[in-house]
């Protein structure tokens, strides 16, 4: 069965930087991305890569997260520099078979999450 296990999160200082990583067991997807959710509010869209490596951002993270994928590793990662206190959450890694798509129902797969706390 394949799983998805992110690794990387923690507890940091507003303005720190962070990288997750996600590793598909068994085999990688054409479509892989990162959602979050922070306490009281519904799971909402990061970042998300193709095969291709064509990469989608949410306007509150774009110039600030990085997501890239090696696809030899069947894994994924998100780099997130100057970190702000907004964006504390669960972080969620997901993949699906189709394209690049924002809508968390479209994804097949989810990993469990991993926590990111940011910190004045």
């Known amino acids: 069965q394949v799983q998805l296990v992110e690794s990387g999160g923690g507890l940091v200082q507003a303005g720190d930087s962070l990288r997750l990583s996600c590793l598909a067991s068994?085999?990688?997807?054409?479509?892989m991305a990162w959602f979050r959710q922070a306490p009281g509010k519904e799971r909402e869209f990061v970042a998300a890569?193709?095969?291709?490596?064509?990469?989608d951002y949410a306007d509150s993270v774009k110039d600030r997260f990085t997501i890239s994928r090696d696809n030899t590793k069947n894994t994924v990662y998100v780099r997130m520099n100057n970190l702000k206190l907004e964006d504390t959450a669960v972080y969620y890694c997901?993949?699906?078979?189709?394209?690049?798509?924002?809508?968390?129902?479209?994804?097949?797969?989810w990993g469990q999450g991993t926590q990111v706390t940011v910190s004045s």
């Open positions: 068994e085999r990688t997807f054409k479509t």
């Open positions: 890569i193709s095969w291709t490596i064509s990469t």
């Open positions: 997901a993949a699906r078979a189709g394209p690049t798509v924002r809508d968390a129902n479209a994804y097949d797969l």
